[in-house]
């Protein structure tokens, strides 16, 4: 049974696989990883080091290291994205895109370096997973129905891997285009799945924002998969998607 | 001034050109996306609901024995909300759910008590429809910070653990 809290903002499912005795510990250490990111890199906390270096109050270099390596790599995938993951889309810093998935990956690492290698963690709706719940096993992911929250549109079989979805049915449309600073028309929601949830968290908020032809760009990423819902009613994937895919 | 095209830049043109040439042709040669219809993944036969186990003495305690056929009850965990606290209990069978009750959901304001009547149902119904597809975790964009949308995670995640 997943230990679901609240943190960062949404809800976090650790649901830990193994009945060792360490199991309870490291579910522990997930979660004060994650209120130490929170603390870190809150846009809503007038404390955080986020919001404090954005007004200036402190340089990059008394923050706390981890937000300098954080927003290198949102760098590296703007670049990457050719601009379309731009964590200052709306006009102020907000590495929100990419902290939330960065951080449940290393909090995925605090239970690999605990030898703990069943588990599946879930942060408001990115999900990261390690060996199967049990011998043999996958967890079954289902990718939510964009118009219907009672229902997946798709059901994937994942070991050891990564499935972020952006979308503008939850908290209204909160990926915006960085060039138009519109919210993306023709596409309900896109998914990715890929062996790291920071980058698959990062690029299918970039797919989403690149609206339709955010599928054909993923379709150019070795190692990610990814299935996107046009608004009206189709459903693009991948070849990669569909190998996984069992409904 | 109309001196020759410079060797470097010429070797840079046909470069280019040849890398544009291969980003067509792979283009081409890319697997194609595939296409088909959003369909909703939802519980076959609901006309025709499983045959229930045969009724066993309800179990206090939670079992994570989850072949056995054993009626059991998961509470989830109470969700702090700026409404109130909201939590659910989960009877199942075996591995299925056989229903949901709330414990605890806001009601002694006005507000409260319109996103109760809704929050209420969809909590259950969401839960019992990720069940019947043997999910164990749903991929979607990101939560609200309402306490109603992580409880409903909460729920679902608690069901199919």
């Known amino acids: 049974m997943p230990d679901v809290r609240e943190v960062m903002g949404t809800a976090v499912g650790v649901d830990v696989r193994w009945h060792g005795p360490d199991a ?8 004060a990883w994650l209120h130490h ?74 239970l690999d370096e605990r ?13 990261r997973v390690g060996d199967g719940p049990a011998p043999g096993e996958a967890w079954r992911v289902g990718i939510r129905h964009p118009g219907d929250a009672a229902a997946v549109a798709a059901v994937v079989e994942l070991r050891d891997g990564a499935v ?13 285009d960085p060039h138009t600073r519109r919210a993306p028309s023709g596409v309900l929601s896109t998914t990715v799945v890929g062996p790291d949830l920071g980058t698959a968290d990062a690029y299918s908020t970039a797919a989403f924002a690149m609206g339709r032809e955010g599928i054909t760009w993923l379709l150019g990423l070795p190692g990610f998969a990814g299935m996107a819902i046009h608004d009206d009613g189709t459903v693009v994937s991948t070849p990669g998607f569909d190998a996984l895919r069992v409904s | ?71 059991r009850r998961v509470t989830g965990s109470p969700i702090d909300t700026q409404y ?29 008590v319109e996103i109760s009547q809704i929050a209420g149902p969809l909590l259950r119904s969401e839960a019992l429809q990720a069940q019947s597809a043997r999910i164990d975790v749903v991929s979607g964009a990101t939560y609200t910070s309402n306490g109603y949308a992580q409880s409903l995670q909460s729920a679902l995640d608690r069901a199919h653990a």
Not at chain 2, 87 to 102: D, F, P
């Open chain 1, 24 to 31: 309870a510990a490291a579910t522990e250490a997930v979660f």
């Open chain 1, 37 to 110: 990111v929170d603390a870190t890199f809150s846009t809503y906390r007038a404390g955080s080091d986020v919001r404090r270096l954005e007004r200036g109050d402190v340089a990059l270099a008394e923050c706390s290291p981890d937000v300098a390596r954080v927003l290198r790599r949102c760098e590296t995938l703007r670049a990457e994205t050719g601009g379309w993951f731009d964590v200052r889309a709306r006009g102020r810093l907000d590495p929100s895109a990419l902290v939330k998935g960065w951080s449940v990956e290393r909090g995925a690492r605090l």
């Open chain 1, 115 to 127: 030898g703990i290698r069943r588990y599946c963690i879930n942060a408001g709706g990115d999900v």
């Open chain 1, 164 to 176: 972020a979805t952006s979308g503008a049915y939850e908290r209204g449309a909160h990926v915006l």
């Open chain 2, 1 to 71: 001034m109309d001196r020759p095209l410079p060797l470097p830049r010429a070797i840079t043109v046909v470069v280019v050109t040849v890398a544009a040439l291969a980003l067509v042709l792979s283009f081409r040669v890319v697997p194609h996306i595939q296409k088909g219809r959003l369909a909703a993944v939802r519980p076959a036969g609901r006309s025709a609901p499983a045959p229930a186990a045969p009724a066993p003495a309800p179990s206090k305690h939670a079992t994570t024995n989850a072949s056995a056929a054993v009626t």
């Open chain 2, 84 to 112: 109130g606290i909201v939590q659910v209990r989960v009877t199942m069978r075996g591995r299925r759910i056989v229903s949901i009750a709330n414990v605890a959901l806001p009601f002694d304001r006005g507000r409260s």
